[in-house]
């Protein structure tokens, strides 16, 4: 008998033991659950991922730890293995429609555009009233120039929900490629009045103000852009044409130090652009030395050559030769650029090279029949002493409208 109740309380104990060894492994993997998605809430993204997988691997259909560690990978920019976690959590529920949002964010972010929006029709399937999966496909509806359907997509957000920026955003973009430019920033006012945060909205009304030509609009909100850390090249890249335009060199400078000083751009557009600044401030020195980075850069920019030979010629005759020595470099670059032609013909008369002069003008008016550019080869052939070819270019300088092709026709060819 005491054989018997030994044996029956051993096997109790037994039990009770395993049974508490199991209740602590599922207290401890719920904790593992928990810290997984406290730490996702933290944006300790590493450190989430450690705790999910350790959930994940008792806890093998939580399809909420799924969620939660494809999230931390997506903001790892590990895109590939947060699609399959999104996966996995919709074949273990079929109804949450979220996992079908978040699977068509991942492929958006690897330009897997044409499997994200069939993510969002079939997150749609699921819960046609999801906002998110409407402006998501409209958005890349309207990336692929599909405007109507994308239009469909944000008017259906718009009619139930007048409170989702992003519909209203989408809206203006389909517009602004449908050239309706004053509906579109219309759209985009409605957008910012629910939201002042996003810099992508301001940057869009930026650049329908831009080409509105409402530059000074346009100027604050790229300004807007920039303060909300939006700090594309691009970005400082649309603002500068606007300044120019208007004349507002010192801020384009300005701003300018941000791209080139600190981000240490490449960029030969951003170098050009504060040149041409530099040139309307009369800095000749400054815009030569910005054009000069441009061919540093890109030594095949006959663009940047005609502007710093203009440089150079502005500064003067003792920087004549290096202005002749651009525009022939830019002539060799780009047979069709007149202006080149026509540089290297003006520093060739300056520099007493006058049947060079006559060539170089000579492929000038053969891409651009100008007025001052036969006027300006009748001198060099004037110094060469052939007036027949000096008058009959005075002759048709005059008839395209240079006065003084006339009075000089009057004294050379009497």
Known sequence: MNKLLFLFFFICTLSFAQSQKKTTKQNATSLNCD?????????????????????????????????????????????????????????????????????????????????????????????????????????????????????????????????????????????EKQNKTNEAIEQFHKAINITKVDPEVFYSRAKSYAKANKQKEAIVDFTKVIELKKQDEEVYIAKAKSCLTIGNTDELIRDFSYPIDFKKSKNTEIYFLRAQAYFIKNDWGAAAKDYGKCITINPKLDAAYVERGKCYFLMGKAKFQLSWMDFTKATQLNDKNEEAFFGAGKLSFELNKFQEGIDYLSKAIALKNSGETYYLRSKCFYKLNKTKECCSDLQKASQLGVKDAEKDSNTVCK
Do not use: H
């Open 35 to 175: 810290l997984g998605s406290q730490k996702l809430a933290q944006k300790k993204y590493a450190e989430a991922i450690k705790e999910l997988d350790k959930c994940l691997a008792v806890e093998k259909d939580n399809f909420l730890a799924y969620i939660d560690r494809g999230k931390a990978k997506l903001e790892l920019n590990k895109n590939e293995e947060a699609l399959k976690d999104f996966t996995k959590a919709i074949q273990l529920n079929k109804d949450y429609f979220q996992a079908a949002v978040l699977m068509a964010q991942a492929n958006e972010k690897m330009k897997k555009y044409k499997d994200a929006m069939e993510n969002y029709s079939m997150a749609l399937k699921i819960n046609p009233q999801n906002s998110e999966s409407f402006v998501g496909r409209g958005l890349l509806l309207e990336q692929e120039n599909k405007l109507e359907d994308a239009l469909k997509d944000f008017e259906v957000v718009i009619a139930k929900n007048n409170n989702n920026y992003k519909a209203f955003w989408g809206k203006g973009k389909v517009l």
